[in-house]
């Protein structure tokens, strides 16, 4: 059966039902244009919050832990040997030999490596007292390890060396301790170490958690609020390319024996949530595309209950069961493309007014455009997808007109 | 000896429901090239339900259809197609033009299905046929812009599209005035007089007088059978049925 036959037939039948086969053609367009849009601004939203997160963060963090207790030399020496009730003999904290351990990094990481000296601390002023990370830096490695610099509100790193124990602050924390550059604080240590400090600077992140419970000053202060002089607990890593950061935390942990923890496996929850919330997206978009398919199923039920006298009169001329079932799946297929093309500029125009829309985010108290990704991923899938669920939409019906007897409808006819 | 274009072995049809009966009962028929075979009976007599086993429109519980020599009682659904495409031409009471076509695209229809010849010699076809139907300038026109006999002829032009064997037709004059019945009527008589073999279920008792045999069928079995014309020997001479 000639292809030409039977796209003559199916265009004249969408041809000449102008109404039917708009409606069917809108019913596609609008569930491919807003599943697009669905993609790009629920992609964007995710790209956008683990951006921040790898820029905030750093993408590997070495502290002074180990993931299992260390064996004893004795169980190295002699197989037989079980301990049990092992002394805590108190090791110093901290990395030992970080500069060793950073020059040994260096030589082979595909990135750069910053020491710090973490340790909590309580700041103190005008009588609010809250808990924070303290992080002790060097300005001068901190700049290829983090976005800290380029988060700068007010101050600049490099001040942290200008005054005497210089600290910089989130923007959160320093709207809730009503704290300008210049103030001085106190900041409490574990050890019962109390210190004057100067705010140099305040920084936003993005990230809440960040913003109102992260300090940072130079190594120095926070070695003094551990009362540990020297120490370096922790060893901050960024990568070219954060996506390999798991990989090269294994590494990391198998040359140095300290804890090397990802930026993934410290957000594993976090990725993990997006990973449901990405199935849940995925599962409505497909109940969008499927929805729209509706339309088409209707239509072609609806032609085909028009035509069965046509399916008839074709089927008894000797055009086959199949070819006269291609016809209805053709016009289904001829709709669904008009419609996807329809789809995807309606995606697009949405995707950019969407891109328009400003949201204030209470909390940073900044406003923020909505995060779009725009993939031809997005177009390529969902363009498919409605192919798909136009053919399948059409099938069924057109099978079940193509499977009636032609005798039965002359027969009814006359 | 004349050459079989259709014949019919002991078929049967008959139809399963809450009450079964049966449509044809046991009928063997023969039909020569070239002739023109009526088929009449009361309604509900079992005309059309022959005439639909014959065309392969219908499968016969038992029995045989053989149509140009080839046996059909176990071909597929899609080789009964193919048959029908081929073999047959189909005439039905109501015209059944695709009404979204035009009389030319329609006649072009089981041409183009069948996908053997160029689009040029489909054209000339379909315009020669329609012509020779006295429908030469009514080829762009849809099937509501034709009056009902005008209809008709197309049906017969897209019947002999594909150059059948066997013209099947169902009351094809059913719907039409006098004038219009004795138009398509006569063209079915040059139509087997031209060599093709002409099936026609008819009530009217002096257009199927003007057929080479007719056949009388009560309770779904030949009750009757009546030459005409002047291939009566002949076919009395194939069939074995004279009188």
């Given at each position: 059966m000639t292809t030409n036959l039977l796209l003559s037939i199916a265009w004249t039948h969408v041809s000449t039902r102008v109404r039917q086969t708009l409606v069917g053609m809108f019913g596609v367009a609008m569930g491919v244009g807003f599943t697009i849009m669905m993609a790009g601004l629920m992609q964007g939203s995710q790209i956008d919050f683990l951006r921040q997160l790898v820029d905030t963060m750093p993408h590997i963090t070495i502290n002074d832990e180990r993931r299992s207790v260390p064996s004893q030399p004795a169980e190295q020496e002699y197989a037989a040997v079980a301990m049990s009730?092992?002394?805590?003999?108190?090791?110093?904290p901290g990395i030992r030999y970080p500069d060793a351990v950073m020059a040994s990094l260096k030589s082979w990481l595909p990135g750069d490596v910053a020491p710090s000296a973490r340790t909590t601390a309580i700041i103190d002023h005008g009588g609010g007292r809250i808990g924070v990370t303290l992080t002790g830096i060097d300005p001068r490695f901190e700049v290829h390890v983090s976005k800290l610099a380029s988060q700068m509100r007010e101050g600049q790193l490099s001040d942290l060396s200008k005054a005497a124990n210089g600290i910089i602050i989130g923007l959160a924390l320093a709207e809730k301790l009503a704290v300008k550059t210049g103030n001085t604080v106190v900041l409490a240590g574990g050890e019962g170490t109390q210190i004057s400090a100067t705010v140099v600077g305040i920084f936003r992140s993005g990230l809440k958690r960040v913003d109102e419970g992260q300090i940072y000053s130079l190594v120095g202060l926070a070695q003094t609020l551990m009362g540990?002089?020297?120490?370096?607990n922790e060893l901050r890593l960024r990568l070219?390319?954060?996506?390999i950061a798991q990989k090269v935390a294994t590494q990391v942990e198998a040359q140095t024996g300290y804890k090397s923890v990802s930026w993934q496996e410290a957000n594993s929850d976090l990725l993990s949530s997006f990973a449901t919330r990405d199935f849940i997206v995925l599962t409505v978009m497909g109940a969008m595309l499927l929805s729209s398919s509706f339309a088409t199923y209707n239509i072609i039920s609806t032609i085909t209950h028009e035509k069965r006298h046509d399916i008839a009169i074709m089927k008894s001329l000797g055009m086959r069961e199949a070819s006269v079932r291609r016809i209805f799946i053709l016009e289904s297929m001829m709709m669904g493309s008009v419609g996807i093309l329809f789809g995807w500029i309606l995606g697009y125009l949405l995707c950019y007014a969407w891109s328009k829309i400003t949201i204030y985010n209470t909390l940073t108290g900044a406003t923020v455009p909505l995060s779009i990704y725009y993939s031809p991923m997005h177009y390529v899938a969902t363009g498919a997808i409605a192919t798909l669920c136009c053919a399948v939409a059409a099938f069924f019906p057109a099978r079940k007109a193509t499977r009636v007897h032609p005798v039965e409808i002359i027969r009814g006819a006359s | 000896m004349s050459e079989i274009a259709l014949e019919v072995v002991g078929l049967v049809r008959r139809v399963q429901g809450v009450i079964s009966h049966t449509l044809v009962n046991g009928i063997d028929l023969s039909v020569e090239k070239g002739e023109f075979l009526a088929i009449t009976g009361p309604s509900g007599s079992g005309k059309s339900s022959l005439l639909y086993l014959i065309g392969l429109l219908d499968a016969p519980t038992e029995g045989e259809v053989i149509i140009c020599g080839q046996p059909t009682s176990k071909l597929s659904e899609t080789e009964r197609a193919d048959v029908r495409l081929t073999k047959c031409g189909f005439v039905f009471q109501f015209h059944f033009l695709l009404p979204e076509f035009t009389a030319l695209e329609n006649v072009l229809l089981p041409m183009r299905a069948h996908g053997r010849m160029s689009a040029k010699d489909m054209h000339d076809r379909a315009m020669a046929l329609l012509t020779s139907l006295g429908l030469g300038e009514q080829t762009a026109k849809r099937p509501n812009q034709l009056s009902g006999g005008q209809r008709q002829r197309v049906a017969l032009a897209r019947a002999l599209s594909n150059r059948p064997e066997i013209i099947v037709a169902d009351e094809?004059?059913?719907?039409?005035d006098t004038a219009s019945t004795e138009q398509v009527f006569g063209i079915l008589r040059d139509i087997a007089d031209g060599g093709q073999t002409v099936v026609v279920v008819t009530h009217d008792a002096a257009l199927a007088a003007r057929a080479d045999r007719r056949i009388h069928i009560v309770d779904g079995k030949i009750h009757e059978t009546t030459f005409g014309g002047a291939r009566k020997p002949e076919i009395a001479a194939v069939t074995g049925t004279a009188e």
């Open positions: 009730n092992v002394a805590n003999v108190n090791p110093r540990q002089n020297g120490i370096i070219n390319d954060p996506l | 094809p004059t059913g719907n039409l």
